[in-house]
């Protein structure tokens, strides 16, 4: 057997596991078919996602039935204005033996899990925002002079309300960028309501049930990196990521629209998660299709209107839906 049939194989087993965890996760979080495929996209690729949604919508709900279905060890922390640094990382505390002698022993902060649940991430301090940077992006925490890792696989999925922004603090630029994506959680329309009413105001109620663990979600993030990508969807990537950059290859009329535009980072994400969808819609590799989904996720919130911009009522989406259009109407 080839390489190339071994990596066929182990797609076409990822994607039945990844049906299966789909299936028991839309069971429980009904009608909310794309915000489970990106926030599963966004796992698959190793990263973080932030979910932005109105109270009640479910989305500490869905992180629950997550943790379950993928078999990850999860915590959560509930955001205040009064959070420290040491409630989520940790501290070291001085214990004293029976024959006196004292030593500093550190207790873990709920930060020591695999899947992390920061809710309502925007009401903490920026200090308190801050303890979360290195753990996003390394893995590991340093406390007391000492590195310690944290669990294996690490991801955050942090929410956030868009409406009340009365007592909050705005998440910095750099803590942003560590998100792979955005997902914003809309209301749902009117049949899929139903089938919540339904759903969760009976006797039974449909409980998820494990479907991977945490070694098997590592290999699942392995493979989808060493899935093949076209060249036609590597330059629809980068076409789309450059253009939304003010400046000589974005369009005039880019430069009085946005302040700032998505880095590297925002293409090195792009190109994991459509490999993820791709993978979560049974295909084994990339299409502009993928990449046409995951855009705006991943692309949101790495950009800054102009005051201009504002002014006229534009919206980051809007303008990533118009360069999206046009950048893949070329590329196609």
Same mark, same amino acid.
């Given at each position: ?31 909310? =078919? ?13 990263? =973080?996602?932030?979910?932005? $949604? ?24 509930? &955001?205040?204005?009064?959070? !420290? ?20 022993? &550190? ?9 992390? !649940? ?35 696989? &690490? ?23 560590? &998100? ?21 105001? $009976? ?5 998820? =049930? ?16 060493? !899935? ?21 290859? $974005? ?30 819609? $049974? ?17 949101? =919130?790495? !950009? ?29």
């Amino acid at each position: 057997m080839t390489e190339d049939d071994k990596l066929v194989d182990e797609i076409l087993t990822l994607g039945a596991q990844l049906i299966a965890a789909r299936s028991s996760i839309e069971r429980r979080f009904v009608g909310q =078919h794309d915000v489970v495929e990106q926030v599963l996209a966004a796992i698959l690729s190793g990263g =973080h996602a932030l979910l932005v $949604g109105q109270p009640g919508l479910g989305k500490t709900m869905l992180v629950d039935t997550l943790a379950t279905v993928l078999g990850l060890q999860d915590a959560r922390i509930q &955001f205040t204005p009064d959070l !420290m640094p040491a409630d989520i990382l940790g501290s070291e505390v001085l214990d004293q033996s029976p024959d006196g002698r004292r030593a500093f022993r &550190f207790v873990e902060g709920p930060v020591f899990t695999q899947l992390l !649940m920061a809710d309502e991430i925007n009401r903490a301090s920026p200090r308190t925002q801050s303890a979360l940077l290195q753990a996003m992006q390394e893995g590991q925490v340093t406390v007391g002079g000492t590195h310690r890792p944290l669990g294996r696989p &690490f991801h955050v999925l942090a929410t956030q309300n868009p409406i009340e922004q009365e007592g909050t603090y705005p998440l910095p630029e750099a803590q942003l960028d560590r &998100f792979l994506m955005q997902v914003d959680v809309d209301y749902p329309d009117r049949d899929t309501e139903r089938a919540i009413l339904l759903a969760t105001t $009976g006797v039974e109620r449909e409980d998820p =049930h494990p479907v991977m663990n945490a070694d098997g979600l590592i290999a699942a993030q392995a493979l989808i990196r060493r !899935m093949p990508v076209g060249e036609t969807v590597v330059n629809a990537i980068l076409d789309l990521v450059r253009a939304l950059r003010p400046g000589p290859e $974005g369009a005039p009329w880019v430069a009085e629209t946005l302040s700032w535009g998505p880095g590297p980072r925002a293409a090195q994400a792009l190109m994991l998660v459509t490999r993820a969808r791709a993978v979560l819609n $049974g295909r084994f590799a990339p299409t502009l299709e993928d990449v046409d989904a995951m855009a705006a996720p991943v692309l949101r =919130h790495r !950009m800054a209107l102009s005051f201009g911009a504002r002014a006229r009522g534009e919206t980051v989406d809007d303008i990533i839906a118009r360069i999206r259009d046009s950048q893949l109407r070329k590329a196609a």
